[in-house]
């Protein structure tokens, strides 16, 4: 059974830092590719990160270039959201998926999501 589970979201002030977790059970490490979403009741998905099998790879969304970092790790087949420089608009509920079956990062499906981490950045 796959398993995805987020951590470390919380409440930060702006201009501070996070670290977000999704540690990944049932898939063996550099066997998937992976991204980070994000997203706000009322509003669409967006799609933040992703990065390939290998983990030679990473794509970011304009928002995010240059503050946020995608990155895993073997041992604890984790991967993770490294979140610099917030901003009061980086609040949000956030997601991990794992598997792109389809598509292009930002808009394919993934097969397996976790269940979220909260997000709140204050001004």
């Known amino acids: ?8 979201g919380g409440l930060e002030q ?10 990944v059970s049932g898939l063996t490490f550099g066997n998937y590719d992976a991204a980070w979403f994000r997203q706000v009741p009322g509003k669409e998905r967006e799609a933040l990160s992703y990065i390939n099998y290998s983990g030679s790879q990473q794509v970011y969304t ?3 270039k240059g503050r946020f970092t995608i990155y895993r790790d073997k041992a604890q087949n984790t991967l993770y959201l490294q979140m610099n420089s917030l901003k009061p608009e980086d ?10 079956d389809g598509g292009n990062w930002r808009q394919g499906e993934y097969r397996y999501w976790g269940q979220g981490t909260q997000v709140t950045v204050s001004s």
């Open 1 to 8: 059974q796959v398993q995805l589970v987020e951590s470390g």
């Open 14 to 23: 702006a201009g501070g830092s996070l670290r977000l977790s999704c540690t």
């Open 62 to 64: 304009d928002s995010v």
């Open 91 to 100: 609040t949000a509920m956030y997601y991990c998926a794992a598997i792109l």
